[in-house]
């Protein structure tokens, strides 16, 4: 997989947009960037994926860069049940499918 | 009913004793992965199967043996465990890839203690 980055931590007030960001500066042209998140110790949950233009769905929103170095996911209204550690992978082609989490991002909503 | 099942979903054993970690799916998913996780840390991945007659070594297999008895059931065990493999186990399943999609579903989880 590609290397990438994410903040440790962050924090969010309840009802505003969460931006977490990922760098993946050494992703390849046709490497597909995913987000996964994993709520206390349950089983990781697939929340988005995308490889040049933004993607939305029912969950989130994912802003990639044009140089696509880096990504956004953006939880539009964060709620109180949005905390959770966020996973940014970018699978290595030919991985097939073999997914590597990094340690992500610990994002608290705070009420 | 959750599409993919983990037993049990807790488990306490001592140093030496063989375990088996079973893994459900009703997904039809031909795809099958089982990970381990420690406290603070991301998943690693211990050995995945494509098919039934398909199984791989993942990152951290030493110590793992896995079996996929069906497509929807892949089993890991321990041999003889050990503590340091104390942690929480989740199984994982997908399907067939359409274009590059790597979306995989999770199982609950199952917590082993080694003492």
């Known amino acids: 997989d590609a290397k990438t980055t994410q903040p440790t931590s962050m924090d969010c007030a309840e009802g505003r947009a969460a931006n977490l960001p990922c760098n993946h500066s050494t992703i390849s042209g046709n490497e597909y960037v995913y987000w996964y998140r994993q709520i206390h110790s349950q089983g990781p949950q697939y929340i988005i994926h995308g490889l040049k233009n933004n993607e939305t769905n029912e969950m989130a929103s994912l802003i990639i860069t044009e140089d696509r170095k880096s990504s956004t996911l953006i939880l539009p209204h964060a709620t109180l049940r949005d905390t959770a550690v966020y996973y940014c992978?970018?699978?290595?082609?030919?991985?097939?499918?073999?997914?590597?989490f990094g340690k992500g991002t610990k994002l608290s909503v705070k009420p | 009913d959750a599409d993919v099942t983990q037993t049990p979903r807790n488990r306490i054993t001592k140093t030496g004793k063989r375990i088996m970690l079973e893994c459900s799916q009703t997904k039809g998913h031909d795809r099958m992965y089982w990970y381990r996780q420690d406290p603070g840390l991301g998943l690693r991945l211990i050995y995945y199967s494509f098919d039934v007659k398909d199984i791989n070594k993942g990152e951290i297999s030493d110590g793992y043996s896995v079996s996929r008895q069906a497509q929807a059931k892949f089993s890991l065990s321990l041999e003889s465990a050990i503590p340091n493999q104390t942690a929480l186990y989740f199984c994982a399943t997908s399907g067939p890839r359409r274009g590059l999609k790597n979306e995989q579903f999770f199982g609950p989880g199952t917590r082993l203690t080694v003492l």
């Open positions: 992978i970018a699978p290595r082609m030919g991985s097939q499918g073999n997914l590597i």
